[in-house]
């Protein structure tokens, strides 16, 4: 939680991690046509991965190049909550993946989501990424693809799904863990004195 810049970013907008962030957006509604299309479910999961695989490229190159920046740190997470979202309700509608364990990730996204909305609102800073839910989301996402890619029978269905399911497993719990490390900073920063500015 920060209610200010933090020490290392910057107020740039054109950056290049701000642009993949941007391009996994824009790709949502290229993958979720091919996923509920029948005849290019493969397509559609193989550009789902890659959309996911970007998170930990432009975080890698924000690092990197110093190119850290504060719009970065809530369009980042903001991109990954809608890709996951658009994902899961393409694979749901597919038949691919199960509803109850979609609500799980949705439920919990659309309220962490909320909170950080009304934070803004506020000018009580934003919710900082914490590791653990950068790992749960990363996790996530490479266990909703290979229970849906199973569940499509595509190449290796049984391996993938079963590996899918043991990483969805792992990954859901973590990230509630997280869920609960941000409750405590969403507690602390509405505790703090009001910001001026909205971080």
């Known amino acids: 939680m920060s209610e200010q810049a ?11 991690p701000n642009l993949l962030s941007v391009l996994r957006i824009l790709l949502i509604p290229a993958f979720v046509y091919l996923i509920v299309h029948e005849g290019t479910e493969m397509a559609g999961m193989l550009l789902f991965a890659a959309v996911a695989a970007t998170d ?20 980042d997470p903001t991109a990954d909550r809608l890709a ?58 490479a266990g909703i693809t290979w229970i849906a890619w199973g569940n499509f029978g595509l190449p290796l269905a049984a391996a993938m799904k079963a590996m899918g399911w043991a990483v969805y497993a792992v990954a859901i719990v ?21 910001t001026s500015r909205t971080a």
């Open 174 to 194: 973590e990230y509630y863990v997280a869920t609960v490390l941000y409750a405590g900073d969403l507690y602390r920063a509405f505790a703090a004195p009001r």
């Open 84 to 141: 996951i979202a658009a994902g899961l309700i393409a694979m749901v509608v597919a038949g691919a993946f199960p509803l109850w364990a979609a609500l799980l990730i949705l439920v919990r996204d659309a309220l962490i989501l909320l909170a950080g909305a009304v934070l803004l609102l506020a000018r009580r800073g934003h919710i900082d990424v914490r590791f653990v839910g950068k790992v749960a989301t990363f996790g996530l996402m």
């Open 6 to 16: 933090s020490a290392g970013s910057t107020s740039r907008i054109l950056t290049v």
């Open 56 to 75: 930990w490229v432009d975080g890698f190159i924000a690092r990197r190049t110093g190119q850290v920046s504060e719009l970065g740190k809530i369009l």
